[in-house]
């Protein structure tokens, strides 16, 4: 696990890897939120659905879109550290 800088973040213990449906099944959830979960996170990400850039950003802001690095390395002043 990195911070924004791509360092290594010692704040925080790193967690064995567990598919997101595991997660679901053992949080306790009525099944048919468990199911309604999967079916609007977890395949979509699966799928890689919310990788596609649209292009929406900048055409309603005029400003383009930018990697986290780029917003945390312009905003020093909101991510102490």
Not at 43 to 55: F, I, L, T, V
């Amino acid at each position: 696990m990195t911070d924004g800088r791509r360092q290594p973040c010692s704040r925080r213990r790193r967690r064995p890897h567990r598919p997101a449906e595991q997660v679901l099944a053992e949080a306790g959830l009525p099944p048919h939120v468990e199911e309604h979960l999967t079916a609007i996170l977890v395949r979509p990400h699966r799928e890689n659905r919310y990788d596609d850039a649209s292009g929406d950003v900048e055409r309603v802001t005029g400003v383009p879109t930018r990697p986290i690095e780029a917003f945390v390395a312009a905003r020093r002043d909101l991510h102490p550290g």
